[in-house]
């Protein structure tokens, strides 16, 4: 990276709430775009350039602060430094401090644990700020080169893929009629912490910022005020890791000797072995039990290269029917009369994933304990929708009748709890009723004078994810149609009915940055006509926006929204 020409310079100071982010997210499209065309097409020159180009972008510098500072989970997590970003004026500081970069030096990560379902803590690397958002700036110019490259097999962690994903290409792999009925269910131990540095760095040779990604790998860790070097790995927590990670596990599927054949525009796999790989959690199914024995050793082998070595505990071969769990669903054929193959296959929710979810939800309503119906309803309301629209792909509807069971009971000891001198009748009246319209259960829990309650998991339509073709990516400039299409899908997935219709509506787009209602952002809804010039809460004046999109509408900046009914969006 150089320093900002006059291109890429703004041409007056520019604050925070007056950024442009159609354009922003335009130019930063159009040029990932280039990168991953010109990826296929094998022209390093023109890829180094492009790259560069990217690393010198301000538009890309300022969706990445954005990125890092706003939409992010970690947003408000500080680094080393104690220090996080706010403001508007904060974040634009900190657009100029990432331009500034030279000479870049990058600080420690901190050291945090949490826990995981296992009762072991998994330890996070945070970096810092400032070093967060720079990774941001790298990964979007590293991303859509290794795109263009990535296996097919790969799921997690990569744009527009996500573990249904996964599971449905599972779902194609063991259905009875198949012949590789052998399945290697494997885990990488410490994947993140142990990956070769070496490796790593040798793969991005020739990336104009392999000198930046080298010092973030070799930066140590901060654990209770005690500095350690970094030898291997790379620290989760990071925006870039994931990404370094998937780099250093490429090339799994051509180790096994995992072969394709093209049908036309379809692909199938015509070896022996196929791999479904999500981040460091992966299968092999194989066509006999010896083969899967070899082909355990043969990735072994293959790991070992990279630093990195199988899960003892967590790495067994089993056949389908006796079924395995893969991203917490179980994946097993039962033997089932009357059909040609005699086994039926069926993906559930797996044992251990209603366990830890039966946990969680037994400790919320412990915490809730002395608090009102609408707190209660508040906070379990996400989780259970959250829960089951995961696991509403599947078969899960038998599942999901007996949580709504367990829930009663749950409910029904929290009202006794609250009001032990109360009587059962007295109960009911205050927090059970028919709250859904056109259901004539009236053991729902919620609050009769506001409304609020509890959805049950049973109401939950049963709806089949579609999984993404062969080798796509968003960064291809020739399937705007076909991501248009995926993304209005995922409105579904909304938590409120006029959420869901505003976005089928709007195609899944927000109306002022015309990008991706479904970007981890927080939606709002918007008054096109606002209602103290007139505007009507109907359908036709309201528009779903992103929560910051929104806030600019409000904070001075001239936004127009045409109302969802008449735009189409583009």
Known sequence: MQQETAVNRAKTPTSWNDINWCRNRKLVRNLRQ?????????????????????LKSRANRELSVRQVTQINKGRLTAGVDKLVVKTP????????????????????????YIPKANGKQRPLGIPTVLDRCMQAVVKNALEPEWEAQFESCSYGFRPGRSCHDAIERIYALSIPRTRKKWVVDADIKGAFDNIRHTTLLEALAGF????????????????????AETTAGTPQGGVVSPLLANIALHGMESALGVVYRRNGGA????????????????????????????????????????GLELSLEKTTVHHLTEGFDFLGFNVRQYPVANTRTGYKLLIKPSEDAVKDFKHRIKREWTALNGHNVEAVTRRLRPILTGWGNYYRTVVS????SKIDRWMYEKASHWCRRNHPNKSWKWITRNYFGTFRVGRLDKWIFGSPKSGHYLPKLSWLPIRRHVMIRYDVSPDDPNLRSYWEQREARKAELLPTRRQRELAKRQRGQCPICRESLHND???HVHHVIPKSRGGEDAISNLALIHLYCHQQTHKGRKVTVQPVCLSRMR
């Open 34 to 54: 280039r990168i991953y065309r010109t990826s296929r097409q094998g022209d390093h020159r023109k890829l180094r350039s492009l790259q560069r180009l990217m």
């Open 89 to 112: 004026q904060g974040r634009t500081r900190l657009v100029e401090e990432v331009s500034q970069y030279q000479p870049w030096k990058a600080k420690p990560a901190r050291r945090v």
């Open 208 to 227: 104009p910022a392999r000198h930046l990604v080298r010092q973030w790998l070799k930066a140590g860790v901060v654990d209770r005020g005690v500095f």
């Open 267 to 306: 692909f199938s796999i015509r070896s022996k072995r196929a791999l479904v790989r999500y981040a460091d959690d992966f299968v092999i199914f194989a066509e006999t039990r010896e083969d899967a024995e070899a082909a355990k050793t043969d990735i072994a082998r293959w790991l070992a290269k990279r």
């Open 397 to 400: 509807q038998r599942t999901f």
């Open 521 to 523: 952002e927080e939606l």
